[in-house]
């Protein structure tokens, strides 16, 4: 699997390590392990630039996932993500940075794996997805060395996704 992680703009809130075995965790769950994808953390700028010209919308987001499995030359996908966003949504939220810069990764991840938020059903499907994929990374070791079974990288991200879907 080729996950590249590169950071244009920071607070670099994780490692890239955590941010590829989150990507990689939510490909394999929705059936895309092996997926060739570039992952980019850009500034709030430039992906609320992206997020308009791409996609007609000049609001502020988090995260903006291409499939380009169609281009034969090049990665299948990119996701591209705003740390920026995390910090200030986690602050506001009183949740842990990393964890929503992770759960911005798995949710970018797993629409292209085909999830879909925009309806109440397939937005409960997606959450529920996510919620799969952080259960998943809690009980593996985390990446940099610690073992314990939770981390609080991604606690608070799944105690969010709890929330979000109630």
């Known amino acids: 699997m080729s996950v ?4 244009s703009a920071g607070p670099r809130l994780a490692t ?3 941010i590829r075995r989150a990507v990689e965790a939510a490909l394999a769950h929705g059936g895309r392990a092996g997926m060739e994808l570039d992952v980019v ?12 010209q791409c ?7 988090d995260v903006i996932s291409f499939d380009l499995s169609a281009d034969l030359a090049g990665p299948a996908g990119e996701l591209y993500i705003s740390a920026e ?3 200030v949504v ?3 939220r009183g949740l842990d940075p990393r964890g929503e810069l992770l759960l911005y990764a798995i949710h970018g991840a797993l629409h292209l794996c085909g999830h879909d938020d925009r309806q109440p059903a397939a937005r409960r499907r997606m959450r529920r997805a996510e919620r799969a994929v952080l259960r998943a990374l809690e009980s ?4 940099g060395g610690r073992t314990d079974a939770r981390s609080r990288s991604s606690t608070g991200a799944l105690n969010r996704v709890r929330r979000r879907s109630t």
């Open 140 to 143: 593996a070791p985390i990446v």
């Open 85 to 87: 966003q995390a910090r």
């Open 4 to 7: 590249r992680v590169t950071w």
């Open 41 to 52: 953390i850009v500034g709030q700028q430039h992906l609320r630039h992206l997020h308009e």
């Open 90 to 92: 986690a602050t506001r």
């Open 16 to 18: 890239s390590a955590q």
């Open 55 to 61: 996609l007609g919308d000049p609001t502020p987001t």
